[in-house]
């Protein structure tokens, strides 16, 4: 798998997507980053296998956005684990913003 596998995900969701800044973008739209290692197997002083952790961002001033489940459908489809890891409302933005959490097995 690679990180353009997350991309393609959310295209099927929306083109108002961005990898890492989503400045200009009108609502609703997605920003996406990889952010870290989640996890790496080790042998023989090599790294054999890892695993690419980042974050998916809905910022949408729709309440009940019907993006939240079709992101959630989009990345079940392309067999990415994912989790919710959080819904806040951001007062000077008055946008709803959700964040996942995901991580996919990249080669090494």
């Known amino acids: 798998m690679t990180l ?3 991309k393609n995900a959310l295209l099927t969701v929306t083109t108002n997507l961005r990898h ?4 200009g973008l009108i ?4 920003v996406w980053s990889e952010d ?12 054999q296998e890892q ?3 980042g974050t998916i961002d809905l910022f949408t001033k729709t309440e009940y956005d019907p993006k ?8 079940n489809n392309a067999g990415i684990s994912f989790y919710l890891d959080s819904i806040q409302y951001e007062e ?4 709803i913003h959700y964040q996942w959490i995901f ?6």
């Open 92 to 95: 000077d933005t008055k946008y």
């Open 27 to 30: 609502t609703p739209y997605l």
């Open 4 to 6: 353009a596998d997350v």
């Open 68 to 75: 939240f489940s079709q992101i959630q459908t989009a990345l």
């Open 20 to 23: 890492y800044d989503g400045t």
């Open 51 to 53: 695993a690419i952790q």
């Open 103 to 108: 991580s996919i097995p990249v080669e090494v």
């Open 36 to 47: 870290t290692q989640s996890d790496a197997v080790y042998a023989g002083g090599q790294m």
